[in-house]
């Protein structure tokens, strides 16, 4: 029971005490309650009233009177915030303020909040303020050290880009445009000279293209050996070469180093804005058409057609990884003929691609693989495909002694180990080596005559023919012919086509035939598409021949059954 009755009684004083009104400890009465609230909090804080006639303030804590904060709130500009906040039904506001000059000024977060209080009392705000001054200056410490150039002092790649946005966003009805300077030998100076007088190198650099700036343009160091201008022009594309020209006129002068007289040459790339594009992706179009301008040696503009075409470029790329590793290509054959019988002597192996019912180009895809490196890829499943396809015809003809031709890129013999792959091959299909014939262009030797002289022999020795491909439009070293096991030389049909009637072709393809004859090798021409042709050559000496006089590159079917039929006439 008495546990019962003291349990009713602390119902019956908890009922009592939510009758009783809450003490307001912001109210004027509540002095003894309101200091102690606000010197609890961790900032900066004061309770003022919003009154018609302008802040007035009621209590502050110690905090906030350090802060000088009585007179901040008879600042103008803080006076307009507390009278645009009175004005709303907001709960809060919160802005960034200055006290004084943005350089050097104290910075601020302030947040203004209302105070639901007693209505006899009128509306009450609680402000507080977070002094930012220091962070801040910490912020625009790091800022400067992450958008500019600790060598130079220049904006480097991004800030060069922040800079570029934001005068694109100030100037919209101006035109822009942003050159890129790239020096060229630069990474040689510094080898051979040291990086302290290459820096030394590219301060000097830098002065002289700031000789060069006019009112409103920006220069900054975007990379390395690389600069950027960003320009505002009012005669398009000519106004920015003329200010290429200007700036090649200034980098001629040569530098002195130490007791060194150094040029300076360099490629310049320029975009112009076009209204479409933010400044990173301008400085990408600069770049584009400084890639261009290495190649060149000239100052280039960005084109949207050339990077229309290489993103084409990469959209091949992507495709054709995909076709090759989902084995989506083909092979077509074209026959070779022996001359003086006409019989089918061996097939060229040609990789073929559609791609969504659309055929694509061999001159489009294979410049695209050798430039991205899917050539070593497309070429083993080339040599794969076409030693099958090899074992499947003496399969169904029952036993055969016809040849075929695997072309063979540079960056294969740099990149792949191809003696062992051609043995692998070999082996898997069962087909003789002899059979198999390697067609190589001399760019695949001269990019690295060692190393190809080696694979060559390995293969040799393996068994298979060898063949120089294209002969005459290349380097045309007459020592690899001594050096090296080639069985085969193909004429180019640059030589072949319109022979009859140009006597400097005759001329030039009686030459090849008499060095092959002297070295002992056989030879073909491509590109012969009348018979007349094919009896010419064959009257200077050529042993084969390959072209649309005796067929166009056909699918596997149609070549077996072209090669079973000239078999049977043969016979």
């Given at each position: 029971?008495g546990?019962?009755r003291?349990?009713q009684?602390?119902r019956a004083s908890?009922r009592?005490?939510?009758k009783v009104?809450?003490?307001?400890?912001?109210?004027a009465?509540?002095d003894?309650f309101?200091?102690?609230f606000?010197?609890?909090?961790?900032i900066?804080?004061?309770?003022f009233?919003l009154?018609?006639d302008g802040p007035?303030?009621?209590?502050a804590n110690?905090?906030?009177?350090?802060?000088g904060?009585?007179?901040?709130l008879?600042?103008?500009?803080m006076?307009a915030?507390?009278?645009?906040?009175?004005?709303t039904d907001?709960?809060?506001?919160?802005?960034e303020?200055?006290?004084?000059?943005?350089?050097?000024?104290r910075q601020?977060?302030?947040r203004l909040?209302r105070?639901?209080v007693i209505?006899?009392?009128?509306?009450?705000?609680?402000?507080?303020?977070?002094?930012?001054t220091?962070e801040?200056?910490t912020e625009?410490?790091?800022?400067l050290?992450m958008?500019?150039?600790?060598?130079?002092?220049?904006?480097?790649?991004?800030g060069?880009a922040?800079?570029?946005?934001r005068l694109?966003?100030d100037?919209?009805?101006?035109?822009h445009?942003?050159?890129?300077?790239?020096?060229?030998?630069?990474s040689?100076?510094?080898e051979?000279?040291?990086?302290v007088?290459?820096?030394?190198l590219?301060i000097?650099v830098?002065r002289?293209?700031?000789?060069t700036?006019?009112?409103?343009?920006?220069?900054?160091?975007t990379?390395?050996n690389e600069?950027?201008?960003f320009?505002?022009?009012?005669?398009g594309?000519?106004?920015?070469l003329?200010?290429?020209?200007?700036?090649?006129a200034?980098?001629s002068t040569p530098?002195?180093?130490?007791?060194?007289?150094?040029?300076i040459?360099?490629?310049?790339g320029?975009?112009v804005?076009?209204?479409?594009c933010?400044g990173?992706?301008?400085?990408?179009?600069?770049?584009f058409?400084l890639?261009r301008?290495?190649?060149?040696?000239?100052?280039?503009?960005y084109?949207p057609?050339a990077h229309?075409?290489?993103?084409?470029?990469?959209?091949?790329e992507?495709s054709?990884?995909?076709a090759?590793?989902?084995?989506r290509l083909?092979l077509?054959?074209?026959?070779?003929?022996?001359l003086?019988t006409?019989r089918?002597?061996s097939f060229?192996?040609?990789?073929?691609w559609?791609?969504?019912?659309e055929?694509?180009s061999p001159?489009?895809f294979?410049?695209v693989?050798?430039?991205?490196?899917?050539?070593?890829?497309?070429?083993r499943?080339?040599?794969?495909?076409a030693?099958?396809?090899?074992?499947d015809w003496d399969r169904?003809?029952g036993g055969?002694?016809?040849r075929?031709?695997v072309n063979?890129?540079?960056?294969?013999i740099?990149?792949?180990?191809l003696?062992?792959?051609i043995?692998?091959?070999l082996?898997?299909?069962?087909v003789?080596a002899?059979?198999l014939?390697?067609e190589l262009t001399?760019?695949?030797?001269v990019?690295?005559p060692?190393?190809a002289a080696?694979?060559?022999?390995?293969?040799?020795e393996?068994?298979?023919?060898?063949?120089?491909?294209?002969?005459?439009t290349?380097?045309s070293?007459?020592a690899?012919?001594?050096?090296?096991?080639?069985?085969?030389?193909?004429?180019?049909?640059s030589f072949?086509?319109?022979?009859?009637?140009d006597?400097?072709?005759?001329?030039?393809?009686?030459?090849?035939?008499s060095?092959?004859d002297?070295?002992?090798?056989?030879?073909?021409?491509e590109?012969?598409?009348?018979?007349?042709?094919a009896q010419?050559?064959?009257a200077l000496g050529?042993?084969?021949?390959?072209g649309y006089l005796?067929?166009p590159?056909?699918e596997?079917e149609?070549a077996f059954a072209?090669?079973?039929?000239?078999?049977?006439?043969?016979?």
């Open positions: 029971m546990s019962t003291t349990l009684n602390r908890l009592a005490a939510a009104q809450p003490v307001d400890l912001l109210s009465t509540a003894a309101r200091r102690p606000l010197e609890a909090l961790p900066a804080a004061a309770i009233s009154a018609e007035e303030l009621i209590d110690l905090s906030f009177e350090k802060l904060g009585r007179s901040l008879q600042q103008r500009d006076l915030r507390v009278r645009e906040f009175r004005g907001a709960p809060a506001l919160d802005f303020w200055v006290d004084g000059d943005h350089g050097i000024g601020f977060s302030v909040s105070v639901n209505k006899k009392f009128g509306p009450r705000c609680l402000v507080t303020l977070v002094d930012r220091a801040r200056a625009k410490s790091l800022r050290e958008f500019n150039d600790s060598l130079t002092g220049l904006p480097n790649r991004a060069f922040d800079e570029a946005d694109l966003a100037g919209a009805e101006a035109s445009a942003v050159l890129l300077i790239d020096l060229s030998r630069f040689r100076i510094n051979s000279i040291g990086a007088a290459g820096d030394e590219l000097t830098a002289r293209l700031l000789s700036l006019r009112a409103g343009d920006v220069l900054g160091r990379s390395g600069f950027g201008i320009l505002r022009i009012g005669d594309a000519d106004e920015a003329a200010v290429a020209q200007r700036v090649n200034v980098l530098c002195r180093l130490s007791d060194l007289e150094i040029r040459g360099c490629a310049i320029c975009a804005y076009d209204g479409t933010d990173d992706e301008l400085i990408r179009r600069a770049e058409a890639k301008a290495k190649r060149t040696g000239d100052p280039e503009i084109q057609r229309d075409l290489a993103r084409r470029h990469f959209t091949i992507t054709l990884r995909r090759i590793e989902a084995d083909t077509a054959f074209q026959p070779v003929v022996e003086a006409g089918v002597s060229e192996a040609l990789a073929r559609t791609e969504n019912g055929p694509i001159g489009t294979i410049p693989a050798e430039e991205c490196g899917l050539i070593v890829p497309l070429g499943w080339a040599l794969d495909a030693l099958r396809t090899l074992a169904r003809a055969a002694n016809s075929f031709a063979v890129s540079a960056l294969q740099a990149r792949d180990d003696p062992r792959r043995a692998d091959a082996s898997t299909t069962g003789e002899g059979r014939m390697l001399e760019s695949a030797i990019a690295e060692g190393k080696r694979t060559l022999h390995e293969v040799r393996i068994g298979c023919c060898l063949a120089l491909d294209d002969f005459g290349g380097y070293n007459l690899y012919l001594q050096r090296l096991p080639i069985d085969i030389l193909k004429m180019d049909q072949v086509t319109g022979m009859l009637g006597r400097d072709k005759v001329a030039i393809v009686r030459a090849i035939l060095l092959a002297a070295l002992g090798l056989q030879t073909t021409a590109g012969v598409e009348s018979a007349p042709l010419t050559l064959a050529c042993t084969r021949a390959q005796y067929a590159p056909l596997a149609a072209y090669w079973i039929a000239n078999s049977s006439a043969a016979t």
